[in-house]
């Protein structure tokens, strides 16, 4: 338009988003918001409106919106080099790779780069068939693992399967999920039956030989379902048993998300033998990862490329956003500043018991679970209420997520970089938030 920009209004971008996308690219809120700018923890529509985002573009806007200790060289590297493929080395890319050798928890050594998670996911199952020789894999109930074909079968959550997407040799195997437990037990007397009954779930309907098994350290989409201490050393040693490998997906929990260690599995002390990465590695730019050991990276003999995959302006994203993590450490803030958090949540649980069925998760990754009557014994969820506060915490200058299998739990996920102060004022939308719906 002659190079001057013509700026619509909120109310024509969301008209040409109902016209010229998808009727299932759905958008929050009522009355969807139209975001134009970021800056650190807020964001700002088009009509001048601040928020403070308290879910970071699904858990992928790791130190704030538009760091200019991110774009900077970001925008550097568009400059001298833009995209190549991944038949080419470059500088970024082969550094991203020895940063991730190195951070990456055991004997984890060589990455292979796409631009999703969904890709990383289905990469690390093909890599895990070929390895083995066995074709099965187990996933997990309540598990979500992107948009591609293999990627819906391996997800456990109908609302997020589109047609047929049942993939032959995928077993689902019972979720950590205490609150909601699938054997109707307790946590501890149950002896974490979940991750023992994987045997059983092996013998009944598998050959008998698997592949692997692919699973969150905290279900993400599933709604922060947090397992016992317990359950992954034993997963995954009957997982071995039978042959198969650990895909360990950190998609949504990797690079300090859970606090105190740089990848979630760190928490309960077990090697993965295949991780999946994207989202908070680049701080948003567009980058999936999937890291082998050695052995089993070798065994891939056939040709493959990714056109798209660990560009040099992707990986010189994340290598800029892992440089922040790592000189501010943000982990260790993710742990302190969590715990802060999750105390003010528990209070607030406790100000408002009948609503708030339960509260979890690590670190900066907590959530609500919202039910009907809480007191009364009466788990059934409740969307209407998550519906609610997400239409109260807008109004209130603050934008939060929602997932689980009935769309009841309040995901919450603020950059790393996040302080005291804006945790409290988190906290206080919240409680103004609950006290409007409780007289309504």
């Known amino acids: 338009m002659n190079g001057v920009e013509v700026k619509s209004s909120a109310q024509e971008i969301k008209d040409k988003h109902e016209k010229y996308l998808w009727p299932a690219v759905a958008n929050y809120y009522a009355d969807p918001l139209v975001l134009e700018s970021g800056d650190g923890l807020r964001v700002t529509d088009v009509d001048g409106n601040s928020y403070l985002d308290f879910f970071g573009g699904i858990l992928t806007v790791s130190i704030g919106h538009c760091d200019p200790r991110v774009t900077g060289p970001t925008k550097d590297q568009i400059d001298k080099l833009g995209h190549v493929s991944s038949l080419y080395p470059t500088q970024p890319t082969v550094d991203l790779a020895e940063r991730l050798a190195r951070i990456t928890p055991g004997d984890l050594q060589k990455s292979i780069f796409t631009a999703s998670g969904t890709s990383a996911d289905e990469t690390a199952v093909i890599l895990a068939q070929v390895y083995t020789g066995a074709s099965e894999i187990i996933a997990l109930r309540h598990g979500y693992s992107g948009r591609g074909m293999l990627a819906q079968g391996l997800t456990g959550h109908a609302p997020w399967r589109a047609g047929p997407s049942q993939v032959a040799g995928i077993k689902h195997a019972p979720a950590p999920y205490c609150y909601r437990c699938p054997f109707g037990l307790k946590y501890p007397d149950c002896e974490v039956r979940c991750a023992s009954d994987l045997e059983e779930l092996i013998q009944t309907t598998t050959c008998g030989e698997i592949a692997g098994m692919l699973a969150e350290p905290i ?222």
């Open 219 to 440: 279900q993400g989409v599933g709604g922060f379902v947090t397992p016992p201490p317990e359950y992954f050393k034993m997963a995954v040693e009957i997982v071995r048993k039978y042959g198969g490998v650990f895909i360990c997906d950190e998609v949504q929990t990797g690079f300090g998300r859970t606090g105190s260690k740089m990848f979630g599995i760190e928490h309960w002390d077990v090697e993965p033998d295949i991780m999946t990465m994207a989202k908070g590695v680049a701080n948003g730019m567009p980058l999936g990862i999937t890291i082998a050991k050695s052995e089993i990276a070798d065994a891939f003999k056939k040709l493959t490329i990714s056109t798209f995959g660990g560009n040099p302006i992707s990986a010189a994203a994340a290598n800029a956003t892992l440089d922040v993590m790592e000189q501010e450490n943000l982990p260790a803030n993710a742990e302190t500043m969590g715990k802060r958090f999750r105390a003010g949540l528990e209070e607030i649980q406790s100000r408002f018991p009948d609503v708030i069925g339960d509260v979890r998760g690590m670190g900066l990754m907590q959530a609500f679970e919202l039910v009907v009557d809480e007191t009364n014994g009466d788990r059934t969820p409740n969307p209407t209420a998550a519906v609610a506060l997400f239409e109260a915490t807008k109004k209130r200058g603050m934008l939060i997520g929602k997932g689980g299998l009935y769309g009841n739990v309040i995901r919450i996920a603020p950059p790393l970089t996040v302080g005291e102060a804006a945790i409290d004022e988190a906290l206080s939308i919240f409680v103004e938030s609950f006290e409007e719906m409780s007289r309504a």
